[in-house]
Nanobody, 115 residues
Framework: QVHLVESGGGLVQPGGSLRLSCAASGIIFNFYAMGWYRQAPGKQRELVARITSTGSRNYADSVKGRFTISRDNGKNTVYLQMNSLKPEDTAVYYC?????????WGQGTQVTVSS
């Protein structure tokens, strides 16, 4: 049973920082690419950042230079460091892993950027 648990969300002022964590279980973590997605109210879920099993990273244009995805295979955890946060970053952030034809999601963590 694949299980993903996100943490680290909260309320932050514009320009602030947060670090999200996603702890994974039920998979051989270092085999798989991991992703962070977000969904704002009334909008579709979108890819924020992704890191492959070998450490290659890609980012949505809207977060390039501000967000950094990383992974710790020893802790089965993927991180999203978010700096210079903007109000438009407000969303529920979800961790994701694709295993074969199956897609797994965490429960999400709310990030609110507001003064």
């Amino acid at each position: 049973q694949v299980h993903l648990v996100e943490s680290g969300g909260g309320l932050v002022q514009p320009g602030g920082s947060l670090r999200l964590s996603c702890a994974a279980s039920g998979i051989i973590f270092n085999f798989y690419a991991m992703g962070w997605y977000r969904q704002a109210p009334g909008k579709q879920r979108e890819l924020v950042a992704r890191i492959t099993s070998t450490g290659s990273r890609n980012y949505a244009d809207s977060v390039k230079g501000r967000f950094t995805i990383s992974r710790d295979n020893g802790k089965n955890t993927v991180y999203l460091q978010m700096n210079s946060l903007k109000p438009e970053d407000t969303a529920v952030y979800y961790c994701n892993v694709e295993r074969g034809s199956s897609n797994y999601w965490g429960q999400g963590t709310q990030v609110t950027v507001s003064s």
